[in-house]
């Protein structure tokens, strides 16, 4: 089981939840930030501090925004499990899904 960043985060991108996650496991893309499910631990930190409201149980995505758990696994298709997101920096892609997004939040 994982954490799964939604709709709310594209071109907000705020990382409360990246200064919360004890494991690195939050990547930052282009215009939106991603969760590794296989780097995830499930602990929850990331959750509370999201001011948009974008991260969900992955049992308890909306309806509505259900695509983005495979948009937050498919992110890391051709990168695999690097072990932790400072190292890389900002990832420069995102997942089609949200590269065909209209600007969020102007």
Request: proline share 9%; aromatic share 8%; glycine share 8%.
């Amino acid at each position: 089981m994982t954490y799964v960043i939604a709709q709310p985060c594209v071109d907000i991108k705020d990382r409360a939840c990246v200064e919360e996650c004890p494991v690195d496991c939050i990547y930052e893309g282009n215009r939106m930030l991603y969760i590794h499910p296989e780097e995830c631990v499930d602990c929850g930190a990331c959750e509370p501090v999201c001011p948009v409201e974008a991260i969900f149980y992955e049992d308890d995505v909306p309806a509505e925004q259900k695509q983005y758990y495979d948009v937050n696994v498919q992110f890391f298709d051709g990168i695999g499990s690097p072990g932790g997101a400072s190292k890389l920096g900002v990832i420069d892609k995102d997942h089609p899904v949200v590269e065909a997004l209209p600007p969020q939040g102007e």
